[in-house]
């Protein structure tokens, strides 16, 4: 059986962890899987987006415990594997939004983390729950956590185990929004459709100049990178027929005075 589920819908590729029986747990081959998704997912030129959820119960309660004791007994390549999937998810091309319908506990919270966006369902629960097992964070959690929330409420999360529901999650920027969890995936899917409006390579290099910029690339840095790209961009089939549209409109109120 699949660990992973892939729908699409329109332009957005819906990945659904298919593990309920251990709470969709974060293992190596759903890793695996999810990599592999993703690589046919950008490969694919009508998608714009990517929603990645859990079966119900959970979102995703955590890391395999098998590889965490591999890992007390010497052998870290489980834990780098995994951390590798984080980052695959991170350096998606396209826009990712976790649909958070449940607990995202540790590496499951980094999975969602790792996704561009969050939007929480009333039954969400972020929980970073390392501290409480005697385990130092991983996979990124510290740097991912802070630049979403801040250094206080990272330090109130992480140090001080203090877990967020949905509505709370929203409240600390955790969360882009937090809604009935009837509706969390429809909602998400349908913020998703939205980047379906902008052409392929716009939304790609769009969303690479935010992580530039948010991994630490200076003003004078990023007003040169945007100079580039929407140089690019004025060049581009699209800008093109908006100024033809414009030039047309303002000769015809010209001719109306």
Same mark, same amino acid.
């Given at each position: ?97 976790? !649909? &958070? ?5 540790? =590496? ?7 996704? @561009?966006? $969050?939007? #929480?369902? *009333? ?24 630049? !979403? &929330? ?5 330090? =109130? ?7 967020? @529901?949905? $509505?709370? #999650?929203? *409240? ?25 409006? &902008? ?59």
């Amino acid at each position: 059986m699949s660990l992973l589920t892939h729908d699409v819908v329109d332009a957005v590729a819906v990945l659904r962890i298919n593990d309920p029986r251990r709470r969709n747990i974060i293992s190596l081959p759903l890793v695996t899987e999810l990599e592999e998704a993703l690589d046919r997912i950008e490969a694919d030129p009508r998608m714009r987006a990517v929603v990645v959820t859990g079966e119900p119960p959970a979102f995703c309660a955590g890391a395999d415990l098998a590889d965490l004791e591999a890992a007390s007994n010497g052998d870290g390549a489980g834990l780098q594997r995994i951390y590798q999937g984080f980052l695959r998810v991170a350096n998606c091309s396209l826009p990712t939004i976790a !649909a &958070v319908n449940g607990p995202a506990v540790g =590496a499951g919270m980094n999975l969602a983390l790792a996704c @561009d966006i $969050r939007m #929480a369902g *009333e039954s969400a629960v972020f929980d970073t729950r390392f501290m409480n097992l005697g385990l130092h964070p991983g996979g990124g959690h510290t740097w991912m956590l802070q630049r !979403a &929330v801040g250094y206080q409420s990272a330090c =109130a999360i992480l140090l001080c185990s203090e877990s967020l @529901d949905g $509505r709370a #999650a929203a *409240e600390r920027n955790l969360a882009w929004q937090c809604v009935h969890d009837e509706d969390l995936l429809e909602q998400s899917v349908a913020l998703a459709q939205r980047a379906g409006k &902008v052409p392929l390579e716009l939304l790609r290099r769009t969303k690479e100049s935010l992580r530039a910029s948010s991994a630490g690339q200076g003003h004078a840095e990023s007003v040169e990178h945007e100079y580039q790209q929407q140089l690019w961009s004025v060049q581009q089939e699209e800008f093109q027929n908006f100024l033809t549209k414009m030039k047309q409109r303002i000769s015809g109120q010209g001719k109306k005075t």
